[in-house]
């Protein structure tokens, strides 16, 4: 099957909604509660779904049930907490700095689990993408500190659960339906993101003018990106995935500075130029090379 490079990087655009979305919320109310009524709007559209998404994962490999609740767990809910938690106890640029390191994590873990294999050429995009994500995170790039190194701690600590989820993401998906995923994703992460609550003692209940902004949240940056993220997952090696949702910064740059009222620097849309080239050059080399930046095992087709 060909590449989906593309793909991935269509639902990391969905994904820069989010802030958009989530803004007016996490004014309202605690990040917990907010990630708590993602996961159960999500799973109550997708109940349809849910017995055959059961039946699947019953029916699937130790290894795979492993990878789907590591997914559910801790790339869905643990993550987001420890990403909020960090910005709390240290300053806001840390979290910035230290999740981009996410790609060089999900390599590593891809190579040691998948068996995946990047040639020299992956460099020439993955080097000017990191770059521009800097970049473009930093109105002066040439200014940030690490501070309180328990923030830093669980800053890294979430970009190693973010990669290890494209990683185990990709895992599943080449044996799996992507709806099997996506549904499975939300389900196990629902009782987690409730532990979150509770051990965070946010509040369960919100009021009803939070209500459809909730379901948007859920939908477009929830289930909508992660049903085309999954399947682009089952043809896009997750060593090129990784780079591909660098697209959700860029996106997200652009959504502030159209709807938020933000502006960007000169270096921020060079950053942003940067990594959009990145990630379309590394999707077009793969299509068109015969010797692709990522080399991967042959795998049994997957189910669509």
């Not at 549904?183 to 946010?202: H, K």
């Not at 948007?216 to 682009?232: D, E, S, T």
């Not at 990594?275 to 793969?286: D, K, R, Y």
Request: proline share 6%; aromatic share 8%; glycine share 8%.
């Amino acid at each position: 099957m060909r590449d989906r490079t593309w793909l991935v990087a269509c639902a990391a655009a969905l994904w820069g909604t989010d802030g958009l979305l989530r803004k007016p919320l996490a004014d309202a109310l605690p990040p917990a509660t907010v990630v708590f009524w993602e996961h159960l709007i999500v799973v109550l559209l997708l109940l349809p779904w849910l017995p055959a998404a059961l039946r699947a994962f019953a029916a699937s490999t130790a290894r795979q049930k492993a990878a789907l609740v590591a997914i559910g767990v801790g790339a869905s809910a643990v993550a987001t907490a420890m990403f909020t938690a960090a910005f709390k106890l240290g300053d806001p640029v840390t979290p910035l700095v230290l999740q981009k390191l996410q790609p060089v994590f999900a390599v590593l873990a891809a190579f040691f689990f998948l068996g995946e294999r990047v040639r020299w050429t992956y460099a020439a995009f993955a080097v000017p993408a990191l770059l521009g994500a800097w970049l473009l995170s930093f109105p002066d790039p040439a200014q940030f500190r690490v501070a309180a190194l328990s923030s830093a701690l669980l800053a890294l600590g979430a970009a190693a659960l973010w990669a290890g989820g494209t990683v185990l993401g990709r895992l599943v998906s080449t044996e799996m339906s992507p709806m099997h995923v996506t549904t499975l994703r939300f389900a196990i992460g629902l009782p987690a993101s409730a532990v979150v609550v509770g051990v965070q003692g946010a509040p369960v209940l919100v009021g009803a003018d939070n209500a459809l902004g909730l379901v948007l949240l859920a939908v477009i940056p929830g289930l909508l990106a992660l049903r085309l993220y999954y399947l682009g997952l089952q043809t896009t090696p997750a060593s090129r995935a990784t780079l591909a949702e660098l697209a959700f910064p860029a996106t997200a740059a652009l959504i502030g500075v159209g709807l938020l009222g933000t502006s960007l620097t000169v270096t921020q849309w060079i950053g942003f130029a940067v990594i959009v080239g990145a990630v379309t050059l590394l999707s077009w080399h793969e299509r068109v090379r015969k010797a692709p930046a990522v080399h991967t095992p042959t795998s049994r087709a997957s189910r669509s």
